[in-house]
């Protein structure tokens, strides 16, 4: 069963003569054990696709199930519990806390849900991500795309059922941007994490087993590999 199962979604902001309609009736299954790129051009729906599917915001309508989940409709309490349990996130500006090393970071989640380190995890994790020899240093003393890195394992340190990436490449040269996606690509084939990315950043279809195309708020393409390889 895929990861993420989306049906007739809806999303309109706004009223009356300055209403918007940013989602406009969507389906959408994303396969577990993949890495989904949603693409398409600024402004075509693809934050907002994002936040929906990821419990951050409510459709107007239709349906949403994550990992066997419901989750349009729930209360906001238990999408609270919902996104910290189950759900991964990586964002444009890494979010990382300046005060913690790389390692206190990326044990973050773990240590707010006082739940223990899986040791085995966190070095399979670190190899996968090539953080071994970063581990005690500090936001400042990285680069973009090492911070980036310590922010993708911080995700994937619990195990979540899917990992949500808002434009992660956002905010990196092109060289650190590609070394960034291969990690992602690697999380997936390595640790069987389930990935979605959002990116206005063509080459990032490279890297994924799939792209979805958004144009005005409505699926206008997808693009599968028929071997579960790279696309492209
Ligand atoms: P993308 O991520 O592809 O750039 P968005 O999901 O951010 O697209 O936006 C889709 C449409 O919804 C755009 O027309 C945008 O202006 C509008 N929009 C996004 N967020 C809001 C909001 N909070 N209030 C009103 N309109 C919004
Ligand atoms: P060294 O002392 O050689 O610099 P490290 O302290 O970086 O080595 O890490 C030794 C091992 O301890 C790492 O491989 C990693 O598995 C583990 N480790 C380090 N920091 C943490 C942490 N915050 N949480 C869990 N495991 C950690």
């Not at 009736?25 to 577990?32: E, F, H, K």
């Not at 600024?42 to 990992?67: E, F, N, Q, R």
């Not at 003393?141 to 911080?154: D, I, K, M, T, Y």
Request: glycine residues 8%; aromatic residues 4%; proline residues 5%.
């Amino acid at each position: 069963d895929p990861i993420v199962t989306a049906r007739d979604l809806t999303k309109v902001y706004g009223t009356g003569n300055t209403q918007v309609r940013a989602l406009d009736g969507i389906d959408v299954d994303l396969a577990r054990g993949e890495l989904t790129a949603i693409m398409g051009p600024s402004g075509s729906g693809k934050s907002t696709l994002m936040h929906c599917l990821a419990g951050l915001d409510a459709p107007t309508s239709g349906t949403i199930v994550v990992d066997g989940v419901e989750v349009s409709g729930m209360s906001q309490r238990r999408l609270t519990a919902l996104r910290r349990t189950r759900i991964g996130f990586v964002f444009q500006s890494y979010n990382l806390v300046p005060t913690l090393t790389a390692a206190e970071n990326i044990t973050l989640p773990l240590d707010i849900a006082r739940a223990p380190v899986d040791r085995e995890r966190f070095d399979m994790i670190v190899r996968t991500l090539e953080l071994s020899d970063r581990l005690h240093h500090r936001p400042t003393e990285l680069s973009g795309g090492q911070q980036q890195r310590v922010a993708c394992a911080r995700a994937l340190i619990a195990a979540p059922a899917v990992v949500f990436a808002d434009e992660p490449t956002g905010n990196l040269d092109s060289t650190s941007a590609n070394e960034v996606l291969g990690f992602l690509r690697r999380s997936v084939d390595e640790l069987g994490q389930s990935v979605v990315m959002v990116t206005h950043e063509p080459m990032a279809a490279a890297y994924a087993h799939r792209a979805v195309f958004l144009a005005d708020g409505r699926l206008e393409a997808e693009l599968r590999s028929p071997d579960s390889d790279t696309i492209l």
